[in-house]
């Protein structure tokens, strides 16, 4: 189950995470007491450090710049370690390294042999499948799949990261569908593409430091499926987006379990690989500060995370989920009730983050073991955020300028609200529902209805305005053609640069056939 408080065994005993200030100067790290700083040499010396080590490649854009992780021995209370050190001025911060776990996929039922579409309940529910008598479902208590793929079935530019166990990579089903590091030569043992990584084609496997993210639990291979399993090939079923790549990221080891570390460090390759979305189906119930601040460096980039709340049945929305600007999903059942286990009372957790809900119980999944098994389902807000995360990656394919906070409206004006327990899912946002129960198709239709704006059109704007309001993103240069997308402004030569929320005053117009633009905040 997920980390709950501060108590033996939520967080890896013996470590630590800091955050140093950014004054500090740290020559040397391979020599714990001889570091070139002589309060931290007396702190490592007398607690008896083990080895403290940068906790990424140590690029000075990246929030994790400055972050290094400290070993001890595992008799010393880390509790007592995080004290004495954040106490010495050196840090901005110091935490523990917690665990993390995979959002439960409750097995529920083994289904008939005879495997199709019709068991794709949260697709497309006519309400004849009734899972062996478990459910009464409920007609349209689905996301309406089969009218979103009449609009968009996916674009294989779109590369979603999947930060879980891991994937089976020769499943028929997942034929094609796994991202490729084209900059690699397999096998040659060498970096390549000098990412830090050797021989990573397919992703990274953290839990082991390896290139091969195979899945040794099952719950990556299930989220995978669900996402992106092959359409229309006459095995098994279909998974949201059948076009877009997975880029494999294993960070949850054969018992479900991973920690801060291996999340964070899994989150940079994916922003370095350039992945779209990244799909968190795990979570604890700490705020992290060094998870926040990377993953509010990949929204910053314009990458979109998806995470779910947990299956505890509780109002406590599990971390990441519960982050400023992640697209927060819930899970509901074939009749759009929450998803409550029948069994074991767990269900779908709400709370005041919670963005929006998707089918989560009883949904088929791709097994790990055996290629030809299509009989296995599972229940939990894991699948339910697989199923956003492939819409999300359809919204992506059909207009891939949106940015998301654009990508969030959409979802939220889409969704249908008012389908599910009247005592829960009342009239707009709700702490159990969120905005509602999730609609591929008018998300998508709402997607297709977001026009760019072209720079003929700024220039107007522009021309008529005192002052020009911008969101998101990171920086503001002096003269760069602004694009009105809300985060991005493109340079003359087309690349991308972030821009600083604020109001910014025209100081200057510089008329030119590109429609560059001097301002200044």
Sequence with gaps: MCTVGLFAGDFVEGKFIAKFKPHISIKNHQEVTSTGNSTL????????????SPLSTQDANSPLYGVYTFKFDKTIPVEKLIAVYMASGLFLYVEPDYINQG????????LP????????WALHNDATYTMNGLYTPKEDADIDMPEAWEIEKGDSSVIIAILDSGCKMDHPELAGRIWRNEAEIPGNGIDDDNNGFIDDVNGWDFINNDNDPTDDHGHGTAIAGTIGANYNNEIGFA???PNAKIMV????????SGNTELAVRGIEYAIKMKAKILNFSLGGTKFIQTENDIIQHAV??????VAGTGNNNSEQILYPAAFENVITVGATSPNDNRYISADTKDGSNYGNEIDIVAPGAYIVCLDKSDNNKYTKCGSGTSLSTALVTGVVSLLLSKNPDLTPAQVLEILQKSADDQVGDPSEDTQGWDKYYGWGRLN????????SSVKKINNRLVKQVIDNQKILMVNGGLFLTNTRNFALNGT????????????AAGVYVKEKLQITNYGNYKLKK
Excluded: P, W
């Design 41 to 52: 040499d007396s702190l490592n010396k007398n607690f008896h450090c083990s080895g403290f």
């Design 103 to 110: 959002n439960s996929i409750e097995q529920a039922l083994t």
């Design 113 to 120: 042999n005879d495997q199709y579409f019709f068991r794709q």
């Design 239 to 241: 998974g949201v987006n």
């Design 249 to 256: 990221i294993k960070v949850l080891d054969s018992l479900k």
């Design 300 to 305: 910053n980039n314009k990458i979109i995370v």
């Design 440 to 447: 591929a198709h008018k998300a998508l239709q709402l997607a």
């Design 488 to 499: 991005m402004l493109l340079n003359k030569n087309g690349s991308k640069t972030g821009v």
